[in-house]
């Protein structure tokens, strides 16, 4: 350790040498061992002010609840954020971890090898003079050499390419209600003792306490696939979504919509909040499922156009 640091020491003398004692201390801190390191996360202001494109992990804080202000302290936009994220994030909730990027547009990250410039451009754009012109922009946007204009340019996995003006028509999950603030829940997601069945039972979804009667809209579009009583739910409503994913509406009082009827998120009135089925009082049992129909904890849904589901245990 002491040969290492007696090393850079003398590095950084000849650098200061040979560069003049202004920048002497500069060079020091520069090679020299016991500089400390900088600090987990940037603040949106170093990001905000770069002049070059830069891009971080940003863990949501109690308290912080707007995605576009978060979007505004770090120079991007709301847009920008969603694309690169995946996610419409219209709710937020501490800990959530975002990447976050200084500049309009999508950070797109190649995951395959062997994938070209020109395979990134046709997944944004169609037509052959669209694609030119807006791998143009790519390639000015990303600093990339002026060759990657005239013949196949190969991308490494995982670098990070800014796609500019990226917007994203999102087809996400809401909370089934009229508000969308976030709801009590009386029961989560995962393992739980079971009130009425006095065991210990896996719980699908969500247990929201509504009163009687409260309207019932889809969390998201698509067709319904079931409509009536189904045995613990009670009287329970299923819709299938374009992506091959699931919801499911549980123990209502009332059914509005037939299987084979298309619905719309937060328009189609589905029905009402009920007690049927093993229920214990009025509430909505509310259950998002993947398309092999694992469940999948609405948390982790809302605001998400495609979900990842595990097998039960």
């Known amino acids: 350790m002491r040969a290492l640091a007696a090393f850079l020491l ?18 020091f801190a520069r090679f020299s061992v016991l500089t400390p ?33 978060l979007a505004k302290a770090y120079g991007t936009t709301l847009a920008a954020l969603q694309a690169t994220n995946d996610n419409e994030l219209y709710l937020m909730y501490p800990g959530m971890r975002l990447t976050v990027l200084n500049r309009d547009g999508e950070l797109y990250t190649v995951r395959r090898t062997s994938q070209t410039l020109d395979s990134v451009v046709a997944k944004f754009r169609s037509g052959a003079a669209s694609r030119r012109a ?24 995982g670098r990070k390419l800014l796609i500019p003006g990226v917007r994203v028509a999102f087809d996400t999950y809401r909370f089934p209600f009229e508000s969308q603030a976030w709801p009590r829940i009386s029961s989560g997601f995962g393992y739980r003792y079971h009130p009425i069945l006095h065991r210990r039972r896996f719980h699908d979804g969500f247990d929201i306490p509504k009163p009687y009667g409260t309207p019932v809209y889809p969390a998201r579009s698509g067709v319904v696939t079931m409509a009536g009583w189904h045995e613990g739910y009670g009287l329970l409503i299923e819709i299938r979504h374009a992506n091959g994913e699931s919801t499911r509406y549980g123990h209502l009082s009332k059914i509005f919509v037939h299987a084979g009827q298309r619905v719309q998120r937060g328009k189609t009135l589905i029905g009402r909040v009920g ?12 259950e998002v499922r993947d398309r092999h129909g694992n469940p999948v904890n609405p948390k982790t849904a809302i605001g998400r156009s495609a979900v990842r589901g595990a097998p039960r245990k």
């Open 275 to 286: 007690s049927t089925g093993l229920s214990t009082g009025p509430h909505l049992h509310f």
């Open 134 to 157: 807006f791998k143009e922009l790519i390639v000015r946007a990303n600093n990339l050499p002026g060759i990657a204009l005239l013949a196949p340019y190969e991308l490494e996995p």
């Open 10 to 27: 003398l590095v950084a003398a000849k650098t200061a040498r040979a560069a003049g004692p202004a920048d002497a201390a500069g060079n």
């Open 37 to 69: 390191p900088g600090p987990d996360e940037p603040s949106p202001a170093a990001l905000a002010h770069a002049r070059r494109l830069l891009y971080a992990v940003h863990r949501v804080a109690k308290g912080e609840t707007s995605a576009a202000r």
